[in-house]
Every structure is written in C-alpha cells, then in structure tokens.
C-alpha cells in the first residue's frame, strides 16, 4: 500500500521561510515524477512545482517561481518544498502527489497524493 506523508506546515511570517517534506513508501520512489500543488479556501486545487524521476528536471508554476524550490532525495523516499519569501497568498494546504505520467500539470496525473499539510503567512 502507498502511503505519501506530508510535513513541516504551520505558520510563518511574510518574507520568512518555511521547508516542506513528503516521506512516501510503498512505492519505487525513484520512476515517479513528485509534485506539489495547493488549495486555498474556495478555490480548486492548483500545481506548484514537480520534480520528474528521469532526469530531474524542475518545472513552477509562474506564482512562486524564484521563491520555492523543489527537490528529492530518493535515498530517502522524500521530496520538499523550500518555500522562500512566502506571501499571505500562499496560504493553502499543500500536498504532495506522485505520478508515472508525463503531464505534469494535471492533477489527473497523479496517481498517488498525502492528506495535506496546512500552511498560513501572516502579514
């Protein structure tokens, strides 16, 4: 059975700084692109970042180009987050999603998601 745990939400202050992570298990970590997507209050869900399995390439969206960064570690079965400079409209829950699938944008894509992990910037 898969499992993808996210962590490491809360709250942070505009302009400080904040690190994700998703431990999965269950799965060959390695042959799975990792995303990471958001939904605020209201709205639907949305993409952030991914990170593929072949080669490693990084892809953002346009909204947190420059601040976040996506990685992965495969020895650990762990992809982050770093979320620089963060904005009140970062707020949402974040979660982690894994998929064989070459579309990286599509929530569709994915084939595996953790619950969520809560994250709110004050002003």
């Known amino acids: 059975q898969v499992h993808m745990v996210e962590s490491g939400g809360g709250l942070v202050q505009a302009g400080g700084s904040l690190r994700l992570s998703c431990a999965a298990s269950?799965?060959?970590?390695?042959?799975?692109?990792l995303g990471w997507f958001r939904q605020a209050p209201g709205k639907e869900r949305e993409f952030v970042a991914a990170?593929?399995?072949?080669?490693?390439?990084?892809y953002y969206a346009d909204s947190v180009k420059g601040r976040f960064t996506i990685s992965r570690d495969n020895a650990k079965s762990t992809v982050y987050l770093q979320m620089n400079s963060p904005k009140p409209e970062d707020t949402a829950i974040y979660f982690c999603?894994?998929?064989?699938?070459?579309?990286?944008?599509?929530?569709?894509?994915?084939?595996?998601w953790g619950q969520g992990t809560q994250v709110t910037v004050s002003s």
């Open positions: 999603a894994a998929s064989r699938s070459g579309t990286l944008k599509r929530i569709g894509a994915y084939d595996y």
């Open positions: 269950g799965l060959p970590f390695s042959l799975y692109t």
């Open positions: 990170v593929t399995w072949s080669d490693g390439s990084r």
